[in-house]
């Protein structure tokens, strides 16, 4: 394991070659919780966090590392919630009690966590969340049901938002919390999707504990960390998170971190397939190219078109890391845009394809990939917050436009309507 101390940094970005590390440390029969504790011994598993979690690496800095990692096949450092959400939000809130414990092992891959924050009836209303805590001396009482909830089946911990004070109002009485996974009292339910993938879950949660002292940020601020959240999920999603991809799950649930860490190679990473990046244009325009749709001047305008929207992401990321861009929704906008990217690489994907796009598997064409992706396809819109949601953002925090009609900011959560 990797403790605080050895993740301290001593090399500037400008002296460390990461092509010489990798020659000097990568090897395919060393174990994954080796290899990520390598990475992270060395603040490279998450390189553009602040030292001495990271290296405080510019994007185009880490993506030279993934890149780097990929042409020599390296397995990348741990993927998903943990790394993605529960790192960033517990470095911004938590204390440094809280940062000690678990930062380090989210960096080397010791421990796997998830989101608890959606319910069947507070999705894109998520403030109207009804999962209550109680306070019982130095822990918490927790009950009620989570949905859609990644990788909760392998998770250790979860980032959890609860209901602490049902008189104060909406947005004002919910609490944070980082929380125990593998307790009496949780039932993780995993849900199959059209992919035939069971990435996300229901949760169930029945006078679960949490110690006081886990408590990220104040009591009753849950909702201000919570939106930190959901920035760096949205900023993720559209595209701001650069690193080597990861087949192998963390945490001890899994069993992965006692695998030959070059046994993941060709593998769909941990989060599934779906994300669409530069690769999969260069393998769109090839598989064109192989079919001969490459002729078509509508497919050809597609792919200038895929092409271009993944290069104005990638400027908007950087204008976003330089504080160049400041409308106070620039993930929401990444976000929506990935929808759109998502949606228009499987448009063009089926119609290179043809009738080859009805047909999945390892045999078929493309080998299925497309194919996924075409399932896959409606998810962005929906999870991390909707499209519908993100416009509503865009509309009130980027332009300036009048809230949507409703109750008063100050009534007592308990006093309205409830979501069916």
Not at 186 to 214: K, Q, S, W
Not at 215 to 229: C, K, Q
């Given at each position: 394991m990797t403790d605080t101390a050895a993740l301290t940094v001593t090399t500037t970005a400008s002296e460390f070659n990461v092509e010489i590390w990798l020659d000097e440390n990568w090897n395919p029969d060393i174990q994954v919780g080796e290899w990520w504790a390598l990475l992270a011994s060395a603040a490279l598993a998450q390189p553009t966090l602040p030292p001495p979690h990271g290296r405080g690496w510019s994007r185009a800095r880490a993506s030279d590392l993934a890149q780097a990692m990929v042409a020599r096949g390296a397995l990348g450092p741990p993927a998903g919630i943990g790394m993605m959400l529960a790192a960033p939000t517990l470095l911004a809130h938590g204390s440094p009690e809280l940062i000690g414990q678990y930062v380090p092992q989210i960096l080397n891959g010791q421990h796997g966590w998830c989101q608890l924050f959606s319910e069947p009836g507070a999705g894109s209303d998520l403030a109207g969340l009804q999962t209550r805590a109680e306070r019982d001396g130095d822990e918490w009482i927790i009950s009620g049901q989570k949905v859609w909830t990644s990788m909760g089946q392998w998770a250790d911990y979860g980032i959890l938002i609860a209901r602490t004070d049902p008189d104060?109002?909406?947005?004002?009485?919910?609490?944070?919390?980082?929380?125990?996974?593998?307790?009496?009292?949780?039932?993780?339910?995993?849900?199959?999707?059209?992919?035939?993938?069971?990435?996300?879950?229901?949760?169930?949660?029945?006078?679960?504990?949490?110690?006081?002292?886990?408590?990220?940020?104040?009591?009753?601020?849950?909702?201000?960390?919570?939106?930190?959240?959901?920035?760096?999920?949205?900023?993720?999603?559209?595209?701001?998170?650069?690193?080597?991809?990861?087949?192998?799950?963390?945490?001890?649930?899994?069993g992965h971190l006692k695998r030959p860490a070059g046994s993941f190679g060709g593998q769909t990473p941990a989060l599934g397939g779906g994300m669409v990046g530069p690769g999969q244009v260069k393998q769109l325009i090839q598989f064109a190219r192989d079919t001969g749709s490459i002729d078509d001047p509508t497919i050809r305008q597609d792919l200038i078109r895929l092409h271009t929207l993944l290069q104005i992401t990638g400027w908007h990321v950087s204008r976003m890391k330089s504080g160049s861009a400041a409308t106070g929704s620039e993930g929401n906008l990444m976000k929506l845009r990935n929808s759109d990217i998502t949606r228009l690489a499987r448009e063009v994907g089926c119609r290179i394809l043809g009738a080859g796009a009805m047909l999945t598997g390892p045999d078929s064409p493309t080998g299925g990939a497309i194919q996924e992706l075409a399932v896959f396809s409606p998810a962005p819109a929906i999870y991390g917050g909707s499209d519908q949601v993100q416009r509503n953002i865009i509309g009130e925090r980027g332009l300036g436009l009048p809230k949507e009609p409703g109750p008063d900011r100050n009534t007592p959560f308990s006093e309205l309507p409830k979501n069916g």
């Open positions: 104060a109002p909406k947005h004002r009485g919910i609490t944070y919390f980082a929380f125990p996974m593998r307790q009496d009292g949780v039932e993780v339910r995993p849900l199959r999707e059209m992919t035939g993938r069971a990435l996300f879950n229901e949760v169930f949660i029945d006078e679960a504990r949490v110690p006081h002292d886990h408590v990220i940020g104040d009591v009753g601020d849950g909702w201000r960390v919570a939106n930190t959240t959901l920035m760096f999920e949205r900023n993720s999603i559209g595209g701001e998170n650069v690193a080597a991809p990861s087949a192998a799950l963390a945490g001890t649930i899994a």
